[in-house]
């Protein structure tokens, strides 16, 4: 079974601090993503990666910054955390292959910023 | 511009019936959909894809059908039960696969009634 995990479940910090999510898989995937999710606003796209060192910004990356120095592992940071950045954070991934598109996500960590 | 579109935010059906979950997209060079299925507190996980050269697939209780010139596709759940209960994102694709990202719809929540 394909696994993502996530470093913590449930996290509060401060404005202000820098704060670092990391994800992890187990299945040698190439690409990596990190998505939040809002009520209403759905799933929405912050970065993704395609290979070590290589970064890809998404729809939503103001605010945030993303490191992959490990093929398994996929960090998203916050330089400076602000109470619009509270929210619930997905990391996902998925093999480079033509003929499968699903995406793998963790159980995700509940963000809040106060 | 929403790309993908889930219009009802919310559904709430017997258990035993039948939920219908709809979604239509603006992208014609979307190729390859899926859905997701989400409890709170966890990450989504895969449910059921469909390739745009086709126009049904079933697995188990869920089918999902696809109209490429309505450009809408809808997940049948039947029969629905209470832990079908859960928030349900429509994605896709363009034709591809490999790194390409998935656009999600902002979800509708199913409540099935016991």
């Known amino acids: 079974d394909v696994k993502v995990t996530q470093s913590s479940r449930y996290l509060v910090k401060r404005t202000g601090e820098k704060v670092f999510l990391e994800c992890v898989q187990d299945?040698?995937?190439?690409?990596m993503f990190w998505y939040r999710q809002d009520p209403g606003l759905g799933l929405r796209l912050i970065y993704f990666s395609y290979d070590v060192k290589m970064k890809e910004k998404g729809d939503i990356p103001e605010g945030y910054s993303v490191s992959r120095e490990k093929k398994e592992r996929f960090s998203l940071i916050l330089e400076s955390a602000s109470t619009n950045q509270t929210s619930m954070y997905l990391c996902?991934?998925?093999?480079?292959?033509?003929?499968?598109?699903?995406?793998?996500f963790g159980p995700g960590t509940r963000l809040t910023v106060t | 511009d929403q790309q993908v579109k889930q219009n009802s935010p919310s559904l709430s059906v017997q258990e035993g019936r039948i939920s219908i979950l709809n979604c239509d997209y603006t992208?014609?060079?979307?190729?390859?959909f899926l859905w997701y299925k989400k409890y709170p507190a966890e990450g989504p996980t895969f449910l059921i894809s469909?390739?745009?050269i086709k126009d049904k697939n079933e697995d188990g209780r869920f089918t999902v059908f696809l109209n490429k010139s309505a450009k809408h596709l809808s997940l049948h759940i039947v029969p629905s039960q209470p832990g079908d209960s859960a928030v349900y994102f429509c994605?896709?694709?363009?034709w591809g696969g490999g790194s390409e990202k998935l656009v999600f719809g902002k979800g509708t929540k199913l409540t099935v009634n016991p």
């Open positions: 469909i390739s745009s």
């Open positions: 994605a896709a694709s363009p």
């Open positions: 992208n014609s060079m979307f190729d390859y």
């Open positions: 996902a991934s998925s093999p480079f292959r033509q003929d499968l598109y699903e995406q793998y």
């Open positions: 299945m040698d995937h190439e690409n």
